[in-house]
């Protein structure tokens, strides 16, 4: 058989044609923190940094870390991002990712961007947007309750759920600006009982935050009391060791709680930065101004259902005017927080209620010490009558013993009876100083 022309015996190295890179499915639920296992499937991790593409088996890229995607739905996935990507896709400043990182693990803040909120409150570190949640190290103890608040409230509460099966009669009071449904102002009126996107977020990570406090709050207080009512019975040098650790750890708790409810009542002080939170406000008025300007463009609003009636220009100008109740209304957002304000002023109380009952046990130890240091002092001043009345009779038999001649010597039986009215005198003498040191009030009773 002969050769076909163009082939060889050899096998010609033809340059790889790359597949093009297909997109990830959406990522299915993972049970963190769940009795199931997590599925094997290695589309559920995206790497994200210069490409955002999906890494199979790929190595951590330098700067990355581990975050957790939530979408209004309550869908999550779990992204390794570097600073860069979380950057241009949250739209923040970079030194806001220094609020989130180890150096300010303990403090509190919660800050209004342009088309994000940074939060961090305690161990929930988390960038909020108008349409998604990136929480940071999602899989830590204590940030678990977090992620599992997130996926049960979220699909119950997201106001903009199964926006896109509205019937044909819902779809008259809506706008559309290519990517999502949004509602005219007169027809949200049914829906302002519920927050924004953002705001129930904000509220499951305070709701969180004050949970977790309340709760180390009583672990302390069911430490703090049995420690302390053993140093009131016993004052021992175990027991003060142990006071001594309550009150470091009460005062860690207390600067931690008064960070976040110091934030808090900042936030309170300032309707301006209230304002500036309302991230869907902001994002319903840009969608809206898209669509008026495409509107006016063309002369018309277009629409991309036939059932949509055309909106009157009157009721068009209010898309852009009207924002829920206006910009300046904080209204929600200020009950919001109040409400937390008042629970953390309550854990704040509870902690200054413990702190005063070591206060006052510790004034209860030091009269302990204090009257035992009396009742000492009054016997060694006792003791120092004694001595002065005993040395008093030895100067007596001092002054007998030596070789001086003196009557008294050649007096039969003397002796018992000096020795007798010597010691008798010592004890008057003992009585007399004993009996003046009481009335001058140096001895007690």
Same mark, same amino acid.
């Given at each position: 058989?002969?050769?076909?022309?163009?082939?060889?015996?050899? $096998?010609?190295?033809?340059?790889?044609?790359?597949?093009?890179?297909?997109?990830?499915?959406?990522?299915?639920?993972?049970?963190?923190?769940?009795?199931?296992?997590?599925?094997?499937?290695?589309?559920?991790?995206?790497?994200?940094? =210069?490409?955002?593409?999906?890494?199979? =088996?790929?190595?951590?890229?330098?700067?990355?870390?581990?975050?957790?995607?939530?979408?209004?739905?309550?869908?999550?996935?779990?992204?390794?991002?570097?600073?860069?990507?979380?950057?241009?896709?949250?739209?923040?400043?970079?030194?806001?990712?220094?609020?989130?990182?180890?150096?300010?693990?303990?403090?509190?803040?919660?800050?209004?961007?342009?088309?994000?909120? %940074?939060?961090?409150?305690?161990?929930?570190?988390?960038? %909020? $947007?108008?349409?998604?949640?990136?929480?940071?190290?999602?899989?830590?103890?204590?940030?678990?309750?977090?992620?599992?608040?997130?996926?049960?409230?979220?699909?119950?509460?997201?106001?903009?759920?199964?926006?896109?099966?509205?019937?044909?009669?819902?779809?008259?009071?809506?706008?559309? $600006?290519?990517?999502?449904?949004?509602?005219?102002?007169?027809?949200?009126?049914?829906?302002?009982?519920?927050?924004? !996107?953002?705001?129930?977020?904000?509220?499951?990570?305070?709701?969180?935050?004050?949970?977790?406090?309340?709760?180390?709050?009583?672990?302390?207080?069911?430490?703090?009391?049995?420690?302390?009512?053993?140093?009131?019975?016993?004052?021992?040098?175990?027991?003060?060791?142990?006071?001594?650790?309550?009150?470091?750890?009460?005062?860690?708790?207390?600067?931690?709680?008064?960070? %976040?409810?110091?934030?808090?009542?900042?936030?309170?002080?300032?309707?301006?930065?209230?304002?500036?939170?309302?991230? $869907?406000?902001?994002?319903?008025?840009?969608?809206?101004?898209?669509?008026?300007?495409?509107?006016?463009?063309?002369?018309?609003?277009?629409?991309?259902?036939?059932?949509?009636?055309?909106?009157?220009?009157?009721?068009?100008?209010?898309? %852009?005017?009207?924002?829920?109740?206006?910009?300046?209304?904080?209204?929600?957002?200020?009950?919001?927080?109040?409400?937390?304000?008042?629970?953390?002023?309550?854990?704040?109380?509870?902690?200054?209620?413990?702190?005063?009952?070591?206060?006052?046990?510790?004034?209860? @130890?030091?009269?302990?010490?204090?009257?035992?240091?009396?009742?000492?002092?009054?016997?060694?001043?006792?003791?120092?009558?004694?001595? !002065?009345?005993?040395?008093?009779?030895?100067?007596?038999?001092?002054?007998? =013993?030596?070789?001086?001649?003196?009557?008294?010597?050649?007096?039969?039986?003397? !002796?018992?009876?000096? @020795?007798?009215?010597?010691?008798?005198?010592?004890?008057?003498?003992?009585?007399?100083?004993?009996?003046?040191?009481?009335?001058?009030?140096?001895? =007690?009773?």
């Amino acid at each position: 058989m002969g050769k076909k022309p163009g082939s060889s015996s050899r $096998t010609i190295g033809w340059p790889r044609l790359r597949r093009p890179a297909r997109s990830p499915p959406p990522a299915p639920m993972l049970p963190i923190g769940g009795s199931s296992s997590p599925p094997n499937n290695s589309n559920s991790i995206i790497v994200g940094g =210069g490409g955002g593409g999906v890494g199979k =088996g790929k190595k951590k890229t330098g700067g990355a870390k581990l975050w957790m995607r939530f979408d209004r739905s309550g869908r999550s996935e779990l992204v390794e991002c570097d600073k860069s990507a979380i950057v241009r896709r949250a739209a923040i400043p970079a030194r806001d990712l220094r609020i989130l990182g180890p150096v300010f693990s303990h403090s509190s803040s919660i800050l209004a961007r342009e088309k994000a909120m %940074v939060v961090n409150l305690e161990f929930i570190k988390a960038i %909020v $947007t108008a349409e998604e949640v990136l929480l940071l190290e999602p899989l830590r103890q204590e940030v678990l309750p977090f992620v599992d608040q997130l996926r049960q409230q979220l699909p119950h509460k997201s106001p903009f759920q199964g926006a896109g099966h509205m019937d044909e009669q819902d779809n008259e009071t809506h706008v559309s $600006t290519g990517r999502q449904w949004l509602p005219v102002p007169e027809a949200t009126e049914g829906l302002q009982y519920d927050l924004p !996107f953002e705001f129930q977020v904000l509220e499951i990570a305070l709701e969180v935050v004050c949970t977790y406090l309340d709760s180390s709050v009583a672990d302390l207080e069911r430490t703090a009391y049995p420690v302390l009512d053993e140093l009131a019975r016993n004052v021992s040098t175990k027991n003060l060791e142990h006071v001594r650790t309550l009150k470091s750890n009460l005062t860690r708790l207390l600067a931690r709680v008064q960070k %976040v409810r110091d934030e808090i009542e900042h936030l309170l002080d300032d309707n301006e930065d209230m304002a500036h939170l309302y991230l $869907t406000r902001k994002w319903i008025q840009n969608q809206q101004s898209e669509a008026l300007l495409g509107a006016a463009a063309s002369n018309s609003i277009v629409t991309t259902s036939p059932h949509l009636r055309r909106l009157s220009s009157a009721r068009s100008g209010s898309l %852009v005017t009207s924002n829920f109740q206006g910009d300046n209304d904080v209204e929600d957002l200020e009950m919001l927080l109040e409400a937390y304000f008042m629970q953390l002023d309550g854990t704040r109380n509870k902690i200054l209620s413990v702190r005063e009952y070591i206060d006052d046990t510790e004034d209860y @130890v030091n009269i302990q010490l204090d009257n035992q240091r009396n009742e000492l002092i009054q016997l060694q001043l006792t003791l120092t009558i004694a001595s !002065f009345a005993i040395a008093a009779e030895t100067l007596i038999a001092g002054l007998f =013993g030596m070789n001086i001649p003196c009557t008294l010597y050649k007096i039969n039986g003397i !002796f018992g009876f000096f @020795v007798g009215g010597s010691s008798a005198g010592c004890v008057l003498l003992f009585l007399l100083v004993l009996g003046y040191a009481r009335w001058k009030k140096l001895l =007690g009773s």
